[in-house]
């Protein structure tokens, strides 16, 4: 099974989501969001694939997320222009994700990540 791992290796979640992966020896590719920021259409077949709403893709609490004020902005912008606006920067989407042939989910939650790799 092929399983990517999206992650900023600054970020506290995802430093404890790979020693997760580590621990229970799932083989996975990892890659820096910071450098290679995810691309429209990833994005896009990410959020169909998650079945999770587009918003659950947001680094909510991140600095970027907030200087440019898209807790007000967000709702009133379409899905294709939310897609453009994470595709334009990394610290925009919410990480880790782990994206599987099963799934994909945002953020860490062990029992989650347990569920989705079974």
Known sequence: MEILF????KCST???AKRWLEEQQII???RNIKEQNPTKEELKAWHTKSGLEIKRFFNTSGN????MNLKDRLPKISLEEKYDLLATDGMLVKRPILVTEQGVYTGFKPEEWEKLLK
Do not use: A, I, S
């Open 14 to 16: 995802c430093q404890k």
């Open 6 to 9: 999206v992650e900023y290796p």
């Open 28 to 30: 996975y590719t990892d």
């Open 64 to 67: 970027v997320y907030k200087e």
